[in-house]
């Protein structure tokens, strides 16, 4: 009988850093268990080509449902199948989110995850190419660096916002978080630095970690309420594994519930109507799901623009600012800017540059729910973009915003016609119109197995899923609300949290061991 100390499901952006430091005593067994490959693809090295990677063999690329509120549109939800996982295929953007965020997850009953508490573990991933700081560390495996070579346009996008009173901020991860300027990425050498690149690939030659791609987990394994192993498929032929610890649940927003659930692990009435038997009742299993719609405003450029260098993750500059929109207290609101057209109905070759809205405290929650009883089905992924009449609100604002800065003094030689949506595109009615036809994911699909108290929390605070043992939780799923920007650098600082309490635990149960002996 094979057996691990700890199994992992799933080499992303919370796996890796979970394998990674689970292994650091060189004693404690993990095997990690990854559906995608190696992350070999040539594209996820270069920064500009993360676009290209969507859709293809390492995109799960997930289709939500028709969704209501978007003209009845399918979405396209790229999850990264491949180590590494989403951080192989996003921009890049380390963004770790506002202070009040985490405070919030706090207030809502989860001891231990406040902004003081979590930004030791920030700081602890992090090889900050400016230096340590209060904020920062330079310790951590992962890269965090300036842009290279940033268009010139990226810094006249500052400058608009300057002019329009937003004021410059030279670190959205410092001591606040509003205002314009340019993003630091996870880029090493002119390279994408994933999870992958930076908490695995250096330690593969550790004797005891296990990692094993094209591996499809099933189900896990129970004995009465006890997690004691998984069953995968690994090259046509189902496989058991088994734990003297933990499994630890690391597939991603979507399938980390949807395992859940085909384990017998969800809302009891869900369950029972696909006859799958009933381990735990947990309701909130797949509910929650939060995500950050997108739009965008392009233009023609009066004149031809350069290259974008093969370093740019295309999007290098950022705003974040409050709406007055929403009753949030953190900024409601992010930008990006591109120096290029990024509007699917252009073509490649105009020259010009877009403005990109982003929704980041969404008030419209969605669900993750099982198609059929069949692992190699894709769950049924509802988000409800723009349920919520708010969310539609602030995006309005949000165009208006892009308008704004794309007319201010800094753009005045180089922004010409308004291509998206159009200057005849004006009233609030209109704009609405357009942002339902348009609007898209920003790819932060997070909450579906959400860390709390409450009658839909899945997980308590140690990530411990709620009436099982030996099983947790770590991943974005667990995010009781959706941090204010890119999620991935959250994701990251929850495995770096999670191993800790993963390792206290066992520590205290070898110690017991030890006293029975």
């Known amino acids: 009988m094979t057996q691990y100390d700890y199994v992992v499901i799933g080499a992303g952006s919370a796996g890796c850093v979970v394998a990674n430091r689970l292994t650091e005593d060189g004693e404690t067994t993990v095997l990690l268990l990854e559906a995608g490959n190696p992350a070999t693809k040539p ?26 509120h978007l003209n009845g549109r399918k979405i396209l939800c790229s999850r990264g199948k491949v180590t590494g996982g989403s951080s192989s295929l996003n921009a890049m953007i380390y963004i770790r989110g506002n202070r009040h965020d985490f405070d919030c997850w706090q207030e809502l009953g989860n001891s231990g995850w406040s902004y003081e508490e979590v930004l030791p573990y920030f700081k602890k991933s992090e090889n900050q190419q400016r230096g340590a700081s209060e904020f920062h560390g330079v310790d951590g495996a992962l890269s965090v660096t300036n842009p290279l070579a940033p268009a010139v346009m990226s810094e006249q996008f500052i400058e608009a916002a300057e002019q329009l009173g937003y004021g410059r901020n030279p670190d959205f991860n410092g001591a606040q978080q509003e205002g314009a300027g340019l993003y630091q990425l996870t880029i090493k050498n002119g390279k994408r630095h994933s999870a992958a690149a930076a908490f695995l690939v250096p330690i593969l030659t550790r004797p005891n970690l296990t990692v094993q791609t094209g591996s499809l987990v099933t189900r896990l394994l129970f004995k009465g309420t006890r997690t004691v192993g998984v069953e995968y498929l690994h090259q046509g032929t189902l496989q058991q594994v088994y734990v003297n610890q933990e499994v630890i649940l690391s597939a991603g927003v979507f399938d980390s519930p949807k395992l859940l659930m085909l384990s017998g692990i969800g809302n009891a009435a869900h369950l029972r109507s696909l006859d799958i038997p009933v381990v735990a009742d947990l309701p909130g299993v797949g509910e929650n799901l939060h995500d950050h719609p997108l739009v965008a405003v392009g233009y023609k450029s009066t004149q031809a623009l350069p290259v974008i260098a093969p370093t740019s993750n295309i999007v290098e500059a950022g705003l974040f600012l409050h709406s007055g929109k929403s009753n949030e207290v953190a900024p409601d609101l992010q930008f990006l800017f591109s120096p290029a057209l990024l509007s699917p109905t252009l073509t490649h070759d105009v020259s010009g540059a877009t403005l990109v809205a982003c929704l980041i405290k969404p008030q419209s929650h969605g669900t993750v729910t099982l198609r059929s009883t069949n692992p190699l089905d894709p769950a049924v992924v509802q988000a409800n973009y723009l349920q919520c009449d708010t969310d539609l609100q602030v995006l309005v604002e949000g165009i208006k915003i892009a308008r704004q800065l794309a007319h201010s003094a800094a753009f005045n030689q180089v922004l010409g016609e308004e291509v998206a949506p159009g200057k005849d595109i004006s009233s609030d009615e209109a704009i609405a119109a357009y942002i339902r036809q348009t609007a898209n994911t920003y790819w932060h699909p997070v909450g579906t ?10 997980v308590n605070a140690q990530l411990r899923v709620h009436g099982i043992e030996g099983l947790r939780v770590v991943d974005a799923s667990v995010m009781p609300t959706i941090p ?34």
């Open 43 to 68: 594209e996820i090295q270069i920064p500009v080509a993360w676009p290209s990677l969507l859709g293809t063999e390492v995109d799960w690329a997930y289709w939500s449902e028709p969704e209501q």
């Open 449 to 458: 197995c959400k860390m709390g108290n409450d009658v839909l929390a899945v």
């Open 484 to 517: 204010s920007g890119n999620t991935n650098a959250s994701t990251i600082m929850i495995g770096e949290k999670a191993a800790d309490l993963i390792r206290a635990a066992g520590y205290t149960f070898q110690s017991k061991s030890a006293k029975v002996n």
